[in-house]
């Protein structure tokens, strides 16, 4: 009788232990992770996005300088057409990069295209780097993430 008693303790403690296994496993709760940062600039509709180093990396983001040419005594600026972006309403744009991880979308008036060089009659000064590669994700990080 007493192993018939042991019997039945070990099998309800068995039971309980393998039902216990079966809970949801208590998991703490993480940091919560932003690859971008936005914020607002004060008197826009702009965000300032600041990237994390990992972000930027996964982006495989690409810089390059306005140039300023001449051209028939005319000066002009000049980017790459890759770094043009449109919004939803036709106005142009290009993401420019004010210091390392940190971008402003800045809008631009185009005078001409002429083959992969944009010719801008409005935009950013000569020297300033703007995004030519992962322009297009970081529009759509500033749309989709738009804190409020």
């Not at 039971?15 to 940091?31: H, K, M, N, R």
């Not at 390059?64 to 790459?80: C, F, N, S």
């Not at 060089?117 to 970081?138: D, F, H, M, Y």
């Amino acid at each position: 009788m007493k192993y018939i008693n042991a019997l039945i303790v070990l099998v309800l403690l068995s039971g309980s232990l393998l039902l216990s296994a079966c809970a949801p496993a208590t998991v703490p709760e993480e940091e919560e992770f932003k690859p971008v940062t936005l914020e607002p600039i004060a008197g826009t509709d702009l965000n300032r996005l600041t990237l994390t180093e990992k972000a930027a990396e996964r982006l495989g983001l690409e810089t390059v300088p306005v140039v300023a040419q001449q051209v028939d005594g005319v000066d002009q600026l000049a980017i790459p057409y890759a770094a043009l972006l449109y919004d939803s309403s036709g106005q142009a744009w290009v993401y420019v990069n004010e210091s390392p991880l940190v971008f402003v979308r800045q809008t631009i008036t185009v005078d001409s295209i002429e083959g992969d060089q944009v010719i801008l009659s409005e935009g950013p000064e000569a020297g300033t780097n703007v995004v030519t590669l992962g322009a297009t994700e970081l529009f759509g990080s500033e749309e989709e993430f738009e804190e409020e």
